[in-house]
């Protein structure tokens, strides 16, 4: 066994952890033929909706080193968002990834500092770990390139893809967004694939709103609530009925039995808390004084308090228009 290999990924895991992920895997650079076929059929079949963006870094998806000639392995990482407040039912409802500060940014820094830490330790793991001579590369993505990150997750052995089509851990359930990190770095022996474990449950299949878990392991974005919440900037269907639902959708999450009480713990990261505009539609007696106020702010603020209110948030994707439209279908 390459001991050199084995002792970076210890000290990658550990600087990892250190900045909050909650789990970290290798995986081997190889094309995605079994995930990108599976992506063809489901562009072929309509079901990205208006989503161009996917079709057109398809090749990318494919194969990494489209995007990066020297990869050799793809390093995922997890990292919990989960806080502990549940949805208000009677209120509009904000799914949990986008309560507090956006991912984007948050886990992009994190990401640099993980990239800085492996490229300063090249000096001490030279060539054999390298193909051809220089040193070492890392390119660090978090949902913000033509990446299949849960492909890379699922090999990397951070979990399954449940029914539902999020990854989930056994242990940590699937509140988790994912990052990759590719490089040119080859070690000597990877993760192993995680066991499926959805088994005969199809809970999450049955309690979607709208239908849109069309077969297990199949979303329809058209049917989504999330995609129509977020995504879509036309107008929403009349027969896609949102629920409640304002801004994204976390019914299959939240059925699964990996997410119950017992396998949910709370986030290290203060900026996933719930912002003070969007606590009051979370329950809890604290929090209950605020909450007609809150109901309030959100459907009377302007286009110029909702640019402010959510400049660092992962709802000014929908934008003014969106947001507007989805508190009318809600109220
Ligand atoms: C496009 C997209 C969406 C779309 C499409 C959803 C989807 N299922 O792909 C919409 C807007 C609907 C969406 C919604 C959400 N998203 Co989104 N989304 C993405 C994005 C940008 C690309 C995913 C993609 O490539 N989809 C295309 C389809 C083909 O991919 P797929 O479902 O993964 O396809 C696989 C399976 O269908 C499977 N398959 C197909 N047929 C079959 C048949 C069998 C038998 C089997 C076993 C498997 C199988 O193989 C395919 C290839 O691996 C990723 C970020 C990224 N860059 O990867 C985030 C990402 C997937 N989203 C994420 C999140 C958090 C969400 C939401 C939970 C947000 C919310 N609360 O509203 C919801 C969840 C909805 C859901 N049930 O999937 C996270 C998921 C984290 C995790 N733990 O897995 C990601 C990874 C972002 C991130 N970096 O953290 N999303
Ligand atoms: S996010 Fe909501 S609408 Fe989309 S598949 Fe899950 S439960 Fe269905
Ligand atoms: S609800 Fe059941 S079927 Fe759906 S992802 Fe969770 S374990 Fe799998």
Redesign the pocket.
Known sequence: MNLTSTYLKKIIQDKATELGFIKTGFAKYDILEN?SA??R???NEG??AD?VW?ERGFDK?KDVRIIMPEAESIISL?FNYYTPFEHDESKPKI????WGKD?HKILKKKLKELCEFIEQISTSFPSPLLKGEGCILCRA???D???????W??RAGI?W?GK?????NPEFG?W????EIITNIEFDSYSEPTEDLCGSCSLCVSACPTG??T?????D?NK????QT??NRGEIPPDIDLDGWIF???V??DVCPFNSPKHNFVTGEEGFYPSKVILPLTKGESVRQLADEGVETLNNMTEAEFAEIFANSPIKRTKFKGWKRNLHLCN
């Not at 988790?176 to 990052?179: A, E, I, K, Q, V």
């Not at 077969?215 to 979303?219: L, P």
């Open positions: 995930e599976k992506l059929a489901w562009l079901k990205q989503m996917i998806r997890a799914s949990r990834y986008a991912y993505y978090v949902d390139g033509p990446i299949m990150d849960k492909a997750a699922v979990g893809m539902h089509t999020n990854v989930i699937s988790f967004f994912l990052s849109a878990i077969d297990e392991y199949v979303v974005a989504c609530i999330s995609y977020i995504e994204g959708c976390d299959c999450q």
